[in-house]
């Protein structure tokens, strides 16, 4: 019966020593999937290489699929996970923050750190970016964003019940748009490095 | 698209799927206990609390009891458990005592004249997946038999069974045992209902 | 495009990342991020340099009540510990890991890495006002269906969108 942690099946020691291996794992996979190349990552936006949106999507998919069913049987209580709270406001607002840091800096944090530990100059300034960044925000939090970003408290919102179909419903439909979604893209990127010649 | 790709992405329509059909077939609540599960449940043997425990625990006042009496009101008013809260085994599962049975904060104990009542409540609550129920072992009359009247044990037995005498002798003058059971001499302690808290909530994420 | 042959195909990548959250879900009750763990960093180091400051400021004050508990020693902070060793770990394996910046073709290497650190300032302070990153809100978020990861895909890839004209000089 999980979550394990929160259930307080599992010691606190044991929790970090698993938080450490499933990190392994995941920087393993964004590495191994080209996450850490500035350029494979920016291409989403250019349609030369869709690299983000196939990992995105099907990371997302797989485990939503798989949380599903762990719950549907009994195995996982996802109320009992961190399940973000919707804040739609400072969402939005961060969300379009950043984009631009996505456009003009070529990573977001996760894939930033592992191209910086993996020799990629460009993220380590990156990562010394978004620490600045993040002190910033907390010297000026009080004054510049704290409403904001308490704004727009919508609570614990299940995306399929806001739009009044079930679960499995909007997995189904998620899944259909995003399969459709890689076909798209398998064209265009094709298109766009037949039109111009991309050195990855 | 590649061969390996249209093979990854149909796994995922597969799950997908899978997914949408026992969603739809399936309208049951998710957070009921399997039946497979309720067998290991069942025969697990920790789901007694003896009556010896109890009477340590209530004279230790430990707040993280909820007692939970199964009989009808009337039984009740005559005699009970100290701090009990009396919930007639047909109300057990009403909206308004959820809040008592099922929590994590308090250990839950129900009993009634024998150890029937209590057994009834107890699979009802495993069956819906509470934690932390337990049955006490032999009811009142177990309660009345050990803690209120307990016997001196013969001269040959051990001595542990002595030392246990002599905490049910103490156990009895604390609960006014051997005087009258009609009356009740304890004072009621209706708990008021305890919100479910988790015991350590997940941490914020990315947030 | 012949180095792109080597990197995992990228559903395989994606459907083991997602193997992987389920894990951290199943386990820890949490998903997967980065930014937190950044943000771990930043409130240690000002708690370390000023506790009392710490304590009142409404940005750190809710982190750093438990005295005994440094703010670092958290599950995000050991998650990005494996990130790294993970990282690592594929990079040597695959032959990648090398001192490198990677740039589009038409612009200096000093230029690229102003604006990466442009770029980072940014997303550090749109990661804390949108409660999450990339990974830990939206891909974590998409994973259980919240409403907010879903909020969060619109206005990064949404948003990306729409102002990528403006800045192909970077990348194309």
Redesign the interface.
Known sequence: ????????L?GDEL????????????????????F?????L?????G????VL?????????????????????????K?????????I?????????????????????T????A???????M???????????????T??SI??D??NSGA?G?????E?IGV???????L???V??IA??AV?VIQKKV?EK?D??? | MKKFDVIYVGLLLVGAFWAFVINSANDEPIDRVQPCDLLDIVSQTDKYMTTDELARRLMSDDPTLALIDLRSKTEYDKYSLTGATNIPLENVLDDEYVDIINQDIQTVVFYGNSSDLAAKAWMLTKRLGYQNSYILKGGLNRWVETILRPREPQETASRVEFERYSFRKAASSYFGGGSALGESTTTKRLSAPIKRKKKSAAGGGCD | MEKSKTYMNSYLAGILIGVFMIGAYYFSGEGLGASGALKAVVVATVDGVNHDYAKDAHFFSARVQNEEQSPAKSWLVFEVLGVIAGAILSAALAGRLKMEIIKGPNITNNKRLIFALIGGLLFGIGSQLGRGCTSGMVMSGMGVLSLSGFIGLIAIFGGGYIIAYFFRKLWI
């Open positions: 019966m999980g979550p394990l942690f929160p259930l307080g599992i929790n970090m020593l698993i938080g450490f291996i499933i990190g392994i794992g995941f920087g393993f996979l964004l590495e191994a999937a080209g850490t190349n500035t350029r494979k920016a291409g989403v936006f250019y030369y290489d869709f690299v196939k990992v995105f999507f099907s990371a997302a998919i797989t485990a939503a699929i798989g949380l599903f069913l762990m719950n549907h049987y009994g195995l996982i209580d996802i009992a996970t961190f399940y973000p709270k919707t804040f739609w400072p969402t939005l607002v961060g969300g379009f923050i950043m984009a631009f840091g996505f456009i003009i800096g070529g990573f977001c944090p996760g930033s750190i592992c191209a530990v993996t020799g990629k100059i460009d993220a300034v990156f990562v010394l970016g978004a620490i600045i960044g993040i002190f910033g925000y907390a010297f939090y009080e964003w704290e904001l970003r919508m614990r919102v299940n995306i399929a806001w079930s679960d499995g419903t909007f997995i189904l998620l899944t259909i995003a399969a890689f076909f398998s490095t111009n991309y050195q990855l």
